[in-house]
């Protein structure tokens, strides 16, 4: 929201394309690809692959922000789309037709590429540790990740008895209207209802911690990459009815499907697995199995190389 830094940023990337020259740029996420692709054009380079990891705040959120700015971005992302030589990639049919019903790109610049991938290999199938069964919601610390709805939930099974631990991983993001502030994290952890670890590096020795893993959003997803992950390493996972969600879940054998923005759902899925330990650890060997079969990082990246040859 800083136009003076804003502005800068972008003669920055002009700059770097101008004296790099490249054959072929590829922008992820949504900052990047406006910035990106303006730059593109005004200095020759012609192959432009653009990716987008879910729509994201603008697109879902009825905060006044996003609503302010939705018009001019949606005319922004016409303009910077109506391009030959340049392709989109998207994570989710649904969020492929929204772009394409409401004339944003035309279908055949368009491709559909299912999330970003898993390292099968760092994120091992481990099996399920025999201690207070722990549920982790591993994100950016927002409110429309779920995260209040994931405390409440907290809440509720606790004062049913249900012996277990809740915990967040993740740090906040200052710059999203969305971001829960700390002050509130610190206080949920000092309270007991939940544990807060902050920012992680060390994702797979987390998961392979957890019983379950959540991500009660109703933020505009592509394909959660926390969710893939989980499933790589074998744990069952609880998510919500959303575009790029819903996609992972095999109903009953992976997972459990909830509806968006409500606590009991999710405090009865989480219920479900607590108590059934064998169903918990089978649909955490068969998510291991879907992401071995459908996002490894190998299958991704060949897909992204026949993308940047049909620019080339």
């Not at 631990?165 to 829960?180: N, Q, S, W, Y």
């Not at 109703?218 to 996609?247: F, H, N, Q, W």
């Not at 999710?266 to 169903?279: G, M, P, T, V, Y």
Request: proline share 4%; charged share 20%; with cysteine.
């Amino acid at each position: 929201m800083n136009p003076y830094r804003e502005f800068r940023a972008l003669m920055e990337l002009i700059i770097i394309y101008a004296r790099e020259r490249p054959d072929l740029v590829h922008q992820v996420a949504l900052k990047p690809v406006i910035y990106g692709s303006l730059a593109a054009r005004l200095t020759g380079v012609t192959s432009v692959v653009n990716a987008l990891g879910g729509l994201g705040f603008v697109f879902t959120s009825k905060n006044w922000l996003a609503t302010v700015i939705k018009h001019p971005l949606l005319c922004l992302l016409r303009f910077i789309f109506d391009n030959s030589g340049g392709r989109l990639i998207v994570q989710n049919k649904e969020d492929m037709n929204v772009l394409t019903e409401s004339g944003i790109i035309n279908s055949l610049y368009i491709r559909l590429i299912r999330g970003a991938g898993v390292d099968l290999v760092n994120y091992l199938a481990s099996p399920l540790v025999e201690e207070v069964p722990i549920i982790v919601l591993a994100s950016r610390m927002l409110w429309d990740k779920g995260i209040g709805e994931f405390v409440a939930a907290a809440e509720l099974l606790k004062k049913q008895g249900i012996e277990a631990r809740f915990v967040l991983v993740g740090d906040t993001d200052a710059e999203t209207p969305t971001a829960i502030p700390r002050l509130q994290l610190k206080k949920w952890h000092e309270q007991g209802v939940i544990e807060w670890w902050g920012y992680r590096k060390d994702m797979p020795q987390v998961l392979g911690q957890a019983h379950i893993v959540c991500l009660p959003t109703y933020y505009g997803e592509g394909v959660p990459k926390v969710l893939l992950e989980a499933m790589s390493c074998g744990r069952a996972i609880i998510t919500t009815d959303m575009p790029g969600c819903r996609e992972l879940i095999v109903a009953g054998v992976n997972g459990v499907l909830i509806q968006p923005r409500n606590v009991q759902s999710l405090a009865e899925a989480i219920s479900l697995l607590l108590k059934d330990r064998s169903l918990c650890k089978r649909m955490g060997i068969e998510g291991r199995k879907i992401a071995e079969a459908e996002y490894s990082i190998e299958k991704i990246v060949a897909q992204t190389f026949t993308v940047y040859e049909e620019l080339m």
